[in-house]
């Protein structure tokens, strides 16, 4: 219905995303090619536009009275220009206080991860850029460079800025698939404590036309045509920095193995494990060897929770520091802790229960093992039973 062709040539082109144009019109590229110039005010008869004269290997532009509108097919491959669709990946970063060092950079400190999707069509990233927000420093104090990761591939920022620009990528997304895109920092050296307590978010406005000019990402198909992105307002978490205080990161946890009574039913659990990364500061950090002093359990009604001391275990697993009844993380490094146990059904009420870990406790000496408290980023430390 109101479409144009003549001739076995004839390809059929897809316009239906472009809404606002009062008329269309094409013309072969090249001169002499034998095509024939038609138009028409009318969106509908141009919906489903057809190549008139042709060999092949001719190209044909299709316009919207305006050059920032421009689409262009190569005879015999449906010019199908697919729509791109961006998120947030379920692996970005929660807030959290990243561990910084006073006597080098810090690299690879991931900020946020992005997902990129080409529906319809595989495709190609080729420009993308970001909002970087900063609390206490300006964001070119705050990085050496930004980087972002898709697979294999790792691109360092054109610049670094509030506007942070990545252009010349080459990142391939195929047909309807999420593709991860990780943004990671540099953070100098914070010899003199400048950047304790920073914080940055890193954010992505997305949007732009089909065969626009200034699309964010910008997303070409095989002929080199950008694609139409879908709007969305993205925002990572924050994340803050310390170059003096304690951070924990790499949180887990594990529900372990049921224990069942020969009809069937869950009495309890073996094998629970929570696990986790400390990273000291300025000053070592001393923590105890046994779980109920340096981790604060917070067991449900009816239930026995029970967290042997020699299952409490460290990696490295021991250091000339420790000592007994604790361990030592020294100054600048870190150290990653297990704590084993098992959780026991006493009351016979059935249900849901969580056991987590509500705070973890510290100390900066040997004889001051309950000082502090560190109670952010905890969130991993949790197990919910059904028994």
């Given at each position: 219905?109101?479409?144009?062709?003549?001739?076995?040539?004839?390809?059929?082109?897809?316009?239906?995303?472009?809404?606002?144009?009062?008329?269309?019109?094409?013309?072969?590229?090249?001169?002499?090619?034998?095509?024939?110039?038609?138009?028409?005010?009318?969106?509908?008869?141009?919906?489903?536009?057809?190549?008139?004269?042709?060999?092949?290997?001719?190209?044909?532009?299709?316009?919207?009275?305006?050059?920032?509108?421009?689409?262009?097919?190569?005879?015999?491959?449906?010019?199908?220009?697919?729509?791109?669709?961006?998120?947030?990946?379920?692996?970005?970063?929660?807030?959290?206080?990243?561990?910084?060092?006073?006597?080098?950079?810090?690299?690879?400190?991931?900020?946020?991860?992005?997902?990129?999707?080409?529906?319809?069509?595989?495709?190609?990233?080729?420009?993308?850029?970001?909002?970087?927000?900063?609390?206490?420093?300006?964001?070119?104090?705050?990085?050496?460079?930004?980087?972002?990761?898709?697979?294999?591939?790792?691109?360092?920022?054109?610049?670094?800025?509030?506007?942070?620009?990545?252009?010349?990528?080459?990142?391939?997304?195929?047909?309807?698939?999420?593709?991860?895109?990780?943004?990671?920092?540099?953070?100098?050296?914070?010899?003199?404590?400048?950047?304790?307590?920073?914080?940055?978010?890193?954010?992505?406005?997305?949007?732009?036309?089909?065969?626009?000019?200034?699309?964010?990402?910008?997303?070409?198909?095989?002929?080199?045509?950008?694609?139409?992105?879908?709007?969305?307002?993205?925002?990572?978490?924050?994340q803050a920095f310390s170059s003096s205080g304690l951070v924990m990161s790499n949180a887990a946890a594990s529900l372990g193995t049921p224990i069942?009574?020969?009809?069937?039913?869950?009495?309890?659990?073996?094998?629970?494990?929570?696990?986790?990364?400390?990273?000291?500061?300025?000053?070592?950090?001393?923590?105890?060897?046994?779980?109920?002093?340096?981790?604060?359990?917070?067991?449900?009604?009816?239930?026995?929770?029970?967290?042997?001391?020699?299952?409490?275990?460290?990696?490295?697993?021991?250091?000339?520091?420790?000592?007994?009844?604790?361990?030592?993380?020294?100054?600048?490094?870190?150290?990653?802790?297990?704590?084993?146990?098992?959780?026991?059904?006493?009351?016979?009420?059935?249900?849901?229960?969580?056991?987590?870990?509500?705070?973890?406790?510290?100390?900066?000496?040997?004889?001051?093992?309950?000082?502090?408290?560190?109670t952010y980023g905890l969130q991993a430390l949790r197990v919910v039973a059904v028994f």
């Amino acid at each position: 219905m109101g479409s144009f062709e003549r001739g076995e040539a004839a390809i059929q082109l897809e316009l239906g995303r472009v809404a606002d144009a009062s008329m269309f019109l094409y013309s072969g590229l090249q001169s002499g090619a034998g095509y024939e110039l038609q138009y028409s005010a009318d969106l509908a008869v141009w919906k489903h536009a057809k190549v008139l004269y042709g060999n092949g290997a001719d190209r044909v532009n299709i316009y919207s009275g305006s050059p920032a509108a421009f689409y262009r097919i190569k005879s015999g491959i449906p010019a199908d220009l697919g729509i791109v669709t961006v998120g947030i990946d379920p692996s970005s970063p929660l807030s959290s206080i990243r561990q910084i060092s006073t006597v080098g950079e810090t690299d690879n400190v991931v900020l946020a991860v992005f997902d990129v999707k080409s529906e319809n069509v595989p495709s190609t990233l080729r420009h993308l850029s970001f909002e970087v927000s900063s609390s206490g420093a300006a964001v070119t104090s705050l990085f050496n460079d930004i980087k972002i990761k898709a697979g294999s591939l790792i691109y360092s920022a054109d610049n670094v800025g509030t506007n942070t620009v990545f252009s010349d990528l080459a990142i391939p997304l195929p047909a309807d698939q999420y593709v991860p895109v990780t943004v990671f920092g540099k953070i100098p050296r914070d010899s003199n404590g400048s950047l304790d307590g920073v914080s940055v978010r890193i954010g992505l406005s997305a949007g732009g036309s089909g065969g626009g000019i200034r699309n964010n990402p910008e997303v070409e198909n095989w002929n080199y045509d950008l694609l139409e992105v879908n709007e969305n307002t993205l925002e990572g978490n924050q994340q803050a920095f310390s170059s003096s205080g304690l951070v924990m990161s790499n949180a887990a946890a594990s529900l372990g193995t049921p224990i069942m009574l020969p009809n069937g039913e869950v009495i309890a659990y073996e094998g629970i494990t929570f696990g986790f990364d400390i990273t000291a500061g300025a000053d070592s950090v001393y923590i105890s060897s046994d779980p109920t002093i340096s981790l604060a359990f917070f067991v449900p009604p009816g239930t026995t929770a029970t967290f042997p001391k020699d299952g409490f275990v460290a990696d490295p697993q021991a250091l000339t520091s420790d000592g007994p009844g604790y361990y030592v993380i020294p100054a600048g490094s870190s150290r990653r802790f297990v704590c084993h146990g098992s959780l026991i059904n006493t009351s016979g009420d059935r249900g849901i229960k969580q056991l987590w870990v509500g705070f973890i406790v510290y100390g900066v000496s040997n004889d001051s093992l309950e000082l502090f408290t560190l109670t952010y980023g905890l969130q991993a430390l949790r197990v919910v039973a059904v028994f």
